[in-house]
C-alpha cells in the first residue's frame, strides 16, 4: 500500500481531493477545487490537467497552485462632463475600494446605475465590474426606479437606476437556477416589462421554486430493491438506498458512484440505476469528469460487468462545444470495452461570440466596446458624440450609456446620435391591449435612422402582427416622417390538468395545475411501500407521462396491491470455466437477457437446453434452471496438422489441415458465436466485418486463437 499527499499552496487558496492510502497500480484521481477568489495554476510537477489521473507506484505528494484573482472596477460619468469619480482600478477579490462623485458647477448627484443612492460608497469586489454615477443638471426632476427580488436569492432584476421623468425603461426578472419567474408586485406578468418613470418606484419580483422527480431503478429489476425517489425541491438532497436480494450484491450507481446510500442533489428530473451483480461476479466503474466544470455533461458512467462495453456521450452546456477526451479522441460519442476501472474527462471549448457596435449617423460619434468575447462574458458599450451631436439611445430603445450587455450570441448594437438642430421625428409604438402586451422602442428620433421595435407579450399571450400587417418581431423601422405602430396580441386560452390517485392510501401522483395551451408537461406517479402502479386509467402506462395541454383534462393514476405471481430463474455453470448472469426472481412475463462469460481458456458452447444463444433473450413464465457449458481450454497443439493462416488477418483466413465440409465456429472474447461456417482444407473464410481484437476458432473439438487487425 502507498500513500498519496495532497497539499495547496497558497493554504487558503482551495483544497484537493483524492489523497489516501492505495494499493501499488491503482489509478486515482486528484481534484484541484479553488476557493472564491482564486484559480488553480498547476501543480507542483507542472502539469496543468485538472482532474489528473495518476498511477501509484510508490508515496507520493502532489500540491496544487492557486493564483489569487484581481478584477477591474471601471467607473463612467453620465451625462459626459457633468462631474468625475474615483475608486475605479484593478482589486483583488474581496477588496473594498470606495467610490466617490464629485459634480461639476450646475449638476448635482442623482444616483449610481444599479441604483444605489450612496456617496461616497463602499463596494466588495467579487469580479470585474462597471459602476456609472449619474448627475443631473441643477432644476432637472429625476426619480429612483429600485427592484428586489422574493425570496432572496431567486433571481435577479435589470434597469433599476436613476432617470429622468417621462423616461420609459424596461425591467426584466431573470431567474437562477432551480426558479421561475410569477409575477411582479403589482401583480403585472410581462417579462420583460417597459415602465414610464413618473415618480420614485419599487418593484418586487416573485419567483417560485422548481420541483423535480428523481426517479430510481435497480437493474436488474430481479435483483434487488431501491428506495429514495420521489418529488423533490430544486436544491435539496435525494439519500438513495440500494438493498440486494440473497446471492447478489450492489456494484454502483449509473453516474458512478459506489456509495450506498447516495446522497445527489436536485438540480432538474434525473433517474439513477442501481447495479446488481451475481455474488462473486467481476464488476467495474467506469467514471466521468467534465472540464471547465459546468461546460457540460457526460452520461454512460456506472459499474458494468468485466469484458462489457457501455457508449460516453459528451453533451455540451449552452455556450460550450466539445472538444476532446483526455486519450486524445475527438468524437463526442464512443464506446469502450470495460476491463478494468477506467476514468475519462470530457474537454468542452467556450463559444467565442462577436459584439458589434455601430453609431448612426457615423458622423455623429463613436462607440467603443465591440469585438470577440466568451460566452456569458459582460461587454461595456460607450457612445460619445462628436462636436455638434448628441446620443440619443440606442436602436433598441434602450437610453443606457455607458450599457452593460450579457454575450449570449452574435449581437450588433447601434448607437443613434442627433445634430444639434437637426431634423426630427416621433415614433410612437403602443399595444393594442397591455394587459396582454407591451412594447419598446418608441420615441423622437433624428430623421432617417433605423430604430428597433419590439412586441412583448404577457407570459399567458401572444404576439400576432403590427397594425400594417408586417408580423417581424423584433423589427427594423427607417425613421424617415412622423410613424404610429400598434402591435397586436391574442390570448392564449388557460387550461387545468388534474392528476389524481385512485387511491390515496396506495400511491401519489404530481405534475397537475394550470398550462398555456400547446405547453408539454410531465405527470408521475409514486406507488407506496406494498402497491405498484398499474397504468393510466386512459389505458396509457407511461410513468412518468408527457402530455401536450389542448383543454381542460383529468388524468387518474390506477394502484393495486403487489400481489403478482414470480418465478425463479436459476442459472448455474462450473466456475472454473466461466460465470454466467441474468438469474433469479422475476414477474411472470418479464422478458429476461441472460449470459454466459467465459474464462481465459474457454469458449461458451451451448445451455443445456440445447440453445447456442449467447446473450439468450426469453419470457419468464415459469421457474427454470438452466447450466452454461463451456468448451475446454486452448489447445494449440493438439491438432499439429491443423493450422490458422495468415494469423494475424485482416480480410481472411484459411485453416490448412481440415477436413472436407468441417464446421468452423468463431467466437468473440465474451464466448458470443460471431459466425459459423463450413469449409474444406485450403479454402479461404472470409472474416470482414469482424472488428479488430482477439477472437477464437472451434473446429474438430479443438479451439485456436486467431488475432483480426485492422
Known amino acids: 500500500m502507498y500513500t498519496i499527499t495532497t497539499n495547496v499552496s497558497p493554504a487558503n487558496g482551495g483544497t484537493v481531493t483524492g489523497g489516501g492510502t492505495y494499493p501499488a497500480g491503482s489509478t486515482v484521481t486528484l481534484t484541484a477545487n479553488a476557493n472564491p477568489g482564486y484559480t488553480f495554476s498547476q501543480w507542483q510537477d507542472g502539469s496543468t490537467s485538472n482532474p489528473r489521473t495518476i498511477t501509484v507506484n510508490a508515496n507520493a505528494t502532489y500540491t496544487a497552485t492557486f493564483t489569487q484573482d484581481q478584477y477591474t472596477v471601471t467607473t463612467y460619468v453620465n451625462p459626459a462632463g457633468a462631474g468625475t469619480v474615483t475608486g475605479g482600478g484593478t482589486y483583488y477579490y474581496g477588496d473594498t475600494p470606495t467610490l466617490i462623485a464629485t459634480a461639476h458647477t450646475g449638476y448635482e448627484f442623482q444616483g449610481w446605475s444599479d441604483g444605489d443612492t450612496q456617496n461616497p460608497r463602499t463596494i466588495t469586489v467579487t469580479g470585474n465590474a462597471s459602476y456609472t454615477v449619474i448627475f443631473s443638471e441643477v432644476g432637472i426632476t429625476m426619480y429612483s426606479v429600485t427592484t428586489s427580488v422574493n425570496p432572496s436569492g431567486a433571481g435577479t432584476v435589470t434597469g433599476a437606476g436613476t432617470y429622468e421623468a417621462g423616461t420609459v425603461i424596461v425591467l426584466t426578472a431573470n431567474a437562477n437556477a432551480g426558479y421561475t419567474f410569477d409575477h411582479w408586485s403589482d401583480g403585472v406578468t410581462l417579462n420583460p416589462r417597459t415602465v414610464t418613470v413618473t415618480s420614485d418606484l419599487n418593484f418586487t419580483a416573485y419567483f417560485t421554486q422548481n420541483q423535480y422527480v428523481i426517479t430510481v431503478v435497480a437493474s436488474p429489476s430481479n435483483a434487488g430493491t431501491v428506495s429514495g425517489g420521489g418529488a423533490y425541491y430544486y436544491g435539496n438532497f435525494a439519500t438513495l438506498t440500494a438493498t440486494a436480494y440473497p446471492d447478489y450484491e450492489f456494484q454502483g450507481w449509473s453516474d458512478g458512484s459506489s456509495e450506498n446510500p447516495h446522497q445527489v442533489l436536485v438540480t432538474d428530473n434525473a433517474t439513477y440505476t442501481a447495479t446488481f451483480s451475481a455474488a ?302 441474468g438469474g433469479g426472481v422475476y414477474t411472470a412475463g418479464t422478458v429476461v437477457t441472460i449470459q454466459a462469460f467465459p ?112
Not at 466568451?374 to 451631436?389: E, H, I, R
Request: glycine fraction near 12%; aromatic fraction near 12%.
Open 599 to 710: 474464462n481465459p481458456g474457454y469458449v461458451f458452447t451451448k445451455w443445456s437446453d440445447e440453445v447456442v444463444d449467447n446473450p439468450r433473450t426469453f419470457m419468464v413464465n415459469s421457474d427454470m434452471t438452466l447450466e452454461a457449458f463451456f468448451a475446454s481450454g486452448i489447445d494449440d497443439n493438439a491438432m499439429v496438422n491443423v493450422k490458422v493462416y495468415p494469423n494475424p488477418a485482416k480480410e481472411s483466413i484459411c485453416l490448412i489441415g481440415i477436413e472436407t465440409n468441417s464446421e468452423i465456429q468463431i467466437y468473440n472474447m465474451l464466448g458470443e458465436l460471431v459466425r459459423t461456417v463450413n469449409a474444406g482444407p485450403d479454402e479461404w473464410i472470409g472474416i470482414g466485418g469482424l472488428s479488430k481484437g482477439i477472437y477464437f476458432i472451434r473446429v474438430g473439438g479443438v479451439t485456436m486463437r486467431l488475432c483480426v487487425i485492422e
Open 280 to 581: 462473486g461476479s467481476t464488476y467495474y466503474t467506469v467514471s466521468a469528469y467534465v472540464s471547465p466544470t459546468g461546460a457540460g455533461t457526460v452520461s454512460g458512467t456506472g459499474s458494468f460487468p468485466a469484458g462489457s462495453t457501455t457508449t460516453l456521450t459528451a453533451t455540451a452546456n449552452s455556450g460550450y462545444v466539445f472538444d476532446h477526451w483526455n486519450d486524445g479522441v475527438t468524437t463526442p460519442t464512443r464506446t469502450v470495452t470495460v476491463n478494468n476501472n477506467m476514468s475519462f474527462t470530457a474537454y468542452f471549448n467556450t463559444n467565442q461570440y462577436t459584439i458589434t457596435v455601430n453609431a448612426s449617423p457615423a458622423a455623429g460619434g463613436t462607440v467603443s466596446g465591440g469585438g470577440t468575447y466568451p460566452y456569458g462574458a459582460t461587454a461595456t458599450l460607450m457612445a460619445t458624440s462628436n462636436s455638434g451631436y448628441s446620443f440619443m439611445q440606442w436602436s433598441d430603445g434602450n437610453t443606457a450609456n455607458p450599457r452593460t450587455v450579457t454575450v449570449t450570441g452574435n449581437a450588433t448594437y447601434t448607437a443613434l446620435f442627433m445634430a444639434a438642430g437637426g431634423e426630427t421625428f416621433m415614433l410612437t409604438v403602443t399595444s393594442g391591449n397591455q394587459l396582454l402586451g407591451q412594447v419598446a422602442g418608441g420615441g423622437i428620433y433624428p430623421a432617417r435612422v433605423s430604430v428597433e421595435i419590439r412586441a412583448i407579450p404577457s407570459s399567458y399571450a401572444r404576439f400576432v402582427k403590427w397594425n400594417d400587417g408586417n408580423t417581424d418581431n423584433p423589427r427594423t423601422v427607417v425613421v424617415n416622417d412622423n410613424l404610429e405602430f400598434v402591435a397586436e396580441f391574442v390570448a392564449i386560452p388557460l387550461y387545468t390538468i388534474t392528476v389524481n390517485s385512485s387511491n390515496n392510501d396506495w400511491g401519489y401522483v404530481l405534475g397537475g395545475g394550470t398550462f398555456k395551451e400547446g405547453a408539454e408537461i410531465q405527470i408521475s406517479a409514486f406507488a407506496n411501500t406494498g402497491y405498484m402502479f398499474a397504468g393510466w386509467a386512459d389505458g396509457n402506462n407511461q410513468n412518468p407521462r408527457t402530455i401536450t395541454v389542448t383543454g381542460n383534462a383529468t388524468y387518474t393514476a390506477r394502484f393495486v396491491e403487489n400481489t403478482m405471481t414470480t418465478y425463479t430463474l436459476n442459472l448455474s455453470c462450473n466456475a472454473n470455466e466461466g460465470t454466467v448472469s
